[in-house]
């Protein structure tokens, strides 16, 4: 049984066991800041354009990455624990998908065989269908529920390298959830809106049911008291309400961006289409010459003389 003590944020042990892993990651989240500024200012240099909110957007993912894995966390285990958990599952993915790292990886390398390898790996067929968002939902969701719903949360304060295993899976399905919904850089094949808003909303109804479940009982084999669990599972509903909002803005924003586009290409024809849908169908040149004719009582002229 997990004790009521056991803190995420302090000690740098962590619920799951980080301990030196959660070092480990946060470097690694720190560096990766640094490698995506750097090469965003490379092509700043070379007078290509980059928005700088991207830059602001992976900065913040990276930085909260990083506190999650060795920061003091706020309130009692299991509430310190479920912040972890919105942050590594849910918030930073998010804030470093829409940053397009691998739009900016692609235009910052020289043509050459890294970037042809990159370009193979992300137009791959198996990367088409861990990008298909149903199953990057199942992976995210069916994790955390695995994880909460079952003796496995209890399992990893004991075992070191277990809770290391689940926060990569947790931060890897988290970024490939992220992805998937989002489909911001370029890969083999875009699910359109309808199969990602529809992925979208059962995953938010799934985390929805799952925090409700948390609210009457905690995860099997741990001794939080009543008070942190309700304050845990109310956190997991309405932050993962927040992140699942921002989501459906990008896809929303999308939806608005395409229709535009397609309005924009149908414009100049419509009211033209409109007139001759009023006023029947055109006359060919033909049948145009011989009304003329004929209203003015003479015969029609070939076009050929």
């Given amino acids: ?168 899976h947790v931060l890897a399905a988290g970024l490939l959830f992220a992805f998937a919904v989002c489909r911001l850089d370029p890969v083999r094949h875009r699910w359109g809106l309808a199969w990602r808003g529809t992925t979208l909303l059962a995953a938010g109804w799934a985390h929805a049911v799952l925090a409700k479940t948390l609210y009457a009982a905690p995860p099997p084999g741990t001794g939080f008291t009543a008070d942190d669990v309700h304050t845990a599972a109310r956190l997991m509903y309405y932050g993962g309400d927040l992140v699942e909002i921002a989501l459906a803005t990008v896809l929303a924003a999308q939806w608005y961006a395409a229709t535009g586009r397609a309005l924009r290409r149908r414009g100049p024809r419509a009211p033209e289409a409109a007139g001759q849908h009023a006023a029947g169908t055109p006359a060919g040149p033909r049948q145009t010459n011989r009304r003329l004719a004929h209203a003015r009582g003479g015969p029609a002229v070939s076009r050929r003389a």
Avoid: N
């Fill in 1 to 168: 049984m997990i004790p009521a003590h056991a803190h995420p944020g302090h000690g740098g042990a962590g619920l799951l066991g980080a301990g030196a892993f959660g070092a480990v990651v946060a470097v690694a989240a720190l560096t990766l800041v640094l490698a995506y500024l750097a090469a965003a200012a490379r092509l700043r240099r070379r007078g290509d354009a980059w928005p700088r909110h991207r830059d602001a957007s992976f900065a913040a993912g990276g930085t909260a990455l990083a506190h999650a894995f060795v920061g003091t966390l706020p309130g009692g285990p299991f509430t310190a624990h479920m912040v972890q958990h919105l942050v590594v599952a849910m918030a930073a993915p998010l804030l470093m998908v829409l940053a397009r790292p691998l739009t900016l990886v692609l235009r910052a390398l020289p043509p050459g065989r890294a970037r042809r390898a990159l370009l193979t790996v992300a137009h791959s067929r198996p990367a088409a269908w861990l990008l298909f968002p149903p199953l990057a939902a199942l992976l995210d969701i069916g994790g955390l529920w695995l994880l909460h719903r079952t003796p496995l949360l209890a399992a990893t304060h004991h075992r070191p390298l277990l809770g290391a295993a689940v926060h990569v």
